[in-house]
């Protein structure tokens, strides 16, 4: 009787809504991999990798930040307009940023990675943003 009452609660699970939340992503793309990182509207939430592909992106943001509006970009490079494409047809909103109208410091020049490339990415649109 207990383990039913256990099963029954597990399925109840409460899902959190972000409707209506602006969910900036600043994006350091690569042809294999990219670098991901997540604010919720102006507040760093995280980063990760991921392969390069919209539809597991859009998985991520619906699976743990059901409702928001997401709103991407990234630096313009080696893969043109492609991305853009390819998200804006998923439904998420994106940029395309000349890399010389981010700001950054001489310590994010000289420890440059792919993680932080993304989180000055993400930092940056989000304030302009608002």
Avoid at 13 to 40: A, M, P
Avoid at 45 to 51: C, M
Avoid at 55 to 80: D, V, W
Wanted: charged content about 20%.
């Amino acid at each position: 009787m207990a383990m039913t009452n256990i099963k029954e609660k597990s399925k109840k699970r409460e899902t959190i809504s972000f409707k209506g939340q602006q969910i900036n992503v600043g994006l350091d793309v690569h042809k294999k991999n990219w670098s991901v990182s997540i604010y919720l509207e102006q507040q760093f939430i995280r980063t990760y990798h991921q392969e390069s592909n919209g539809t597991i992106l859009l998985k991520h943001l619906q699976t743990n930040y059901p409702e928001g509006i997401y709103r991407t970009c990234y630096e313009a490079g080696f893969c043109g307009f492609s991305l853009h494409r390819e998200l804006t047809s998923l439904g998420i909103e994106c940029h395309v940023i000349n890399p010389s109208d981010v700001p950054q410091t001489t310590k994010g020049m000289l420890s440059k990675t792919d993680a932080s490339d993304s989180r000055r990415l993400g930092e940056a649109f989000s304030n302009v943003l608002y």
